[in-house]
């Protein structure tokens, strides 16, 4: 018998639409779609257009890749990380990453939100490696 190999993706679907708080719960589960070997893009909770669907308030940041040493060091011309944030509990809304790595920068705000915290814990009380990608998603998560 050849496994599902959608199967682990399914499972992980179902538990995280259990486990995660509102909006998160009702929202599509987090996305890697591929558009070439080094470069994908990665959706967690509300997207900036849902949020103006809905009316909710929000704060966003866009930036670029290249704002980072390592994003410099990459060349990369069109990566960025753009979260959105609740202005009143400034938690995560949700996140948007296009570029090398995209998943992996997404992992710690997925986090963040599964766990409550405020855009300000972790872009202010988590330290940065440096040089590394990851720089961009502090400096995001600090324009808010």
């Known amino acids: 018998m050849v496994p599902d190999a959608r199967a682990p993706h399914h499972a992980t679907t179902r538990v995280a639409r259990t486990l995660m708080p509102e909006p998160y719960a009702t929202s599509p589960p987090p996305t890697v779609p591929r558009r070439s070997d080094a470069v994908a893009t ?12 809905r009316g909710r308030p929000y704060l966003k940041s866009v930036r670029p890749y290249a704002d980072a040493a390592y994003g410099w060091a990459l060349e990369d011309t069109t990566g960025f990380v753009k979260p959105i944030a609740d202005p009143s509990t400034r938690q995560l809304l949700g996140v948007h990453v296009l570029g090398p790595q995209a998943p992996l920068l997404a992992q710690p705000l997925l986090q963040a939100m599964m766990l409550g915290q405020t855009v300000d ?20 998560l600090l324009d808010l």
């Open 42 to 53: 990665t959706c967690v909770g509300l997207t900036e257009q849902e949020a103006q669907a």
């Open 121 to 140: 814990q972790i872009g202010h009380d988590v330290p940065y490696i440096h040089p590394a990608l990851t720089e961009v998603v502090e400096q995001a």
